[in-house]
C-alpha cells in the first residue's frame, strides 16, 4: 500500500449501469463526475519523443520520477547529487511515474500553475511544487531551481500534460473522494486490516521491502510507509483523507479506482493506522497555512482556526469541523 479512493465496484451489469447514470449526473457517492469541462484522460507517450535534447530531458525527468533513490537520494556515490533523504521514489505516490487515473497522477498538473497555495498563502510555482515535494514527501532538500534535474522534471510534468488547456480540470487527477465517515476513523480497527492486506507487502512495521540492501541506491519494491526512510509528517500523506482516498483507489498494488479491493470503511480505518505511526518531523509546521480558514480539516497538527483538538482533525470525525470552519467563514465576510 505505497503512502498515498473511490468508485462502486462493477460487480454486475445491471450495476454498471445505474452506477453509469449516476456518474453521468455528478450524483453517485464514491463514483467520480464527469463535465464538458473536463479535459479527458489522455497520456502522450514518451517513447515516440526523438532522441533529440528535448526527448532526452523528457526521459529523464521520468528516470527522476521512477528511479528517485538511485539517481538523487541519500545512498547515491555522488554525494552532491543526495538530494532526497528518504529512498522513496517519486512514484511511490506517483503511480506509473504520475500516469495513471486517480493514482495521484502529474497529468494535467502543468496546466495549474502558478497557482495560490494555501500552504504558503502567497502564488507558488510548478518548481514551487516539486520543492514542496523534495522537503516533505522525499524528506530531503530543495533541488538547485534552474539545475538539470529540476528542468527535467519540469519538462517531464508539460510533456504529460500536452493537450491540457491552462484552467481546465482533469478527469482522473487526484486520487478520489471517497464518502466521509460519520464517526472517528479507528486505528485500531486498521492495524487488523494492514496485517491481513498490506503488511505482506509492506512489512510488518511498515519498513517495506528493499530492492536490494541498505546502502545500494537501490531503493525499494514496496516502499515503507512509516518510520525513518518514509516521508515525514508534513507530506499530504500524512493526512488521514489524502492516505484513504489512495488506498482506495490504488491499493493493494494493482488496484484501479474502477474496482477497488479495500472497502469505503476498512480504507479510513487502515489509513488511520498509517497515519498514527511515527516518521521523521518537519520542522515549523506551525507556518504551514497562515490562513488558518484554509487548513485542510485533517491537518494532524496546529493552530488551527477552529477549538477541536488535535486529535479529532487528525482521525475525524470531520463533519463538526467542517459545519465550524463554514460558520467562521461566514463570520469573516
Not at 31 to 50: E, G, R, Y
Not at 117 to 124: F, K, L, N, S, Y
Not at 305 to 332: M, N, R, V, W, Y
Amino acid at each position: 500500500m505505497a503512502v498515498p479512493n473511490l468508485a462502486l465496484i462493477f460487480r454486475t451489469s445491471v450495476t454498471a449501469f445505474f452506477v453509469s447514470i449516476a456518474w453521468q449526473s455528478g450524483i453517485a457517492g464514491d463514483v467520480p463526475s464527469t463535465t464538458s469541462k473536463q479535459t479527458p484522460w489522455a497520456v502522450p507517450d514518451i517513447d515516440k519523443l526523438p532522441d533529440d535534447v528535448w526527448g532526452k530531458t523528457v526521459r529523464y525527468g521520468r528516470d527522476l520520477m521512477t528511479k528517485t533513490s538511485s539517481l538523487i537520494g541519500p545512498e547515491v556515490s555522488d554525494t552532491s547529487m543526495r538530494f532526497a533523504g528518504n529512498n522513496l521514489d517519486c512514484q511511490s505516490c506517483h503511480v506509473k511515474a504520475g500516469t495513471r487515473e486517480f493514482g495521484l497522477p502529474l497529468v494535467g498538473v502543468y496546466a495549474d500553475f502558478p497557482a495560490y497555495v494555501a500552504r504558503t498563502g502567497t502564488v507558488g510555482t510548478m518548481q514551487d511544487r516539486i520543492q514542496g515535494c523534495m522537503e516533505r514527501s522525499m524528506n530531503g532538500k530543495p533541488l538547485p531551481f534552474e539545475g538539470p534535474e529540476m528542468t527535467a522534471l519540469v519538462s517531464f510534468m508539460k510533456f504529460v500534460s500536452t493537450g491540457h488547456p491552462i484552467g481546465s480540470a482533469t478527469f482522473g487527477s487526484g486520487s478520489g473522494h471517497i464518502q466521509k465517515l460519520d464517526r472517528a476513523a479507528d486505528p485500531v480497527k486498521g492495524g487488523t486490516i494492514y496485517a491481513n492486506t498490506c503488511a505482506a507487502c509492506h512489512g510488518d512495521h511498515g519498513q517495506g521491502q528493499r530492492n536490494g540492501k541498505v546502502g545500494d541506491a537501490k531503493g525499494y519494491l514496496f516502499p515503507p510507509l512509516w518510520g525513518p526512510d518514509s516521508f515525514n509528517d508534513g507530506a499530504g500523506m500524512d493526512k488521514l483523507i489524502n492516505t484513504a482516498n489512495f488506498v482506495h483507489s490504488d491499493m493493494p498494488a494493482g488496484t484501479t479506482w474502477k474496482n477497488p479491493t479495500v472497502s469505503r470503511e476498512d480504507a479510513w480505518d487502515v489509513a488511520a493506522y498509517i497515519v498514527s505511526q511515527p516518521r521523521p518531523a518537519m520542522a515549523n509546521l506551525d507556518r504551514d497555512y497562515p490562513n488558518r480558514l484554509e487548513k485542510p480539516i485533517d491537518t494532524p497538527y496546529g493552530p488551527y482556526a477552529d477549538d477541536f483538538s488535535a486529535e479529532q482533525h487528525k482521525l475525524g470525525p470531520f463533519g463538526p469541523i467542517e459545519a465550524a470552519i463554514k460558520k467562521l467563514k461566514a463570520a469573516s465576510k
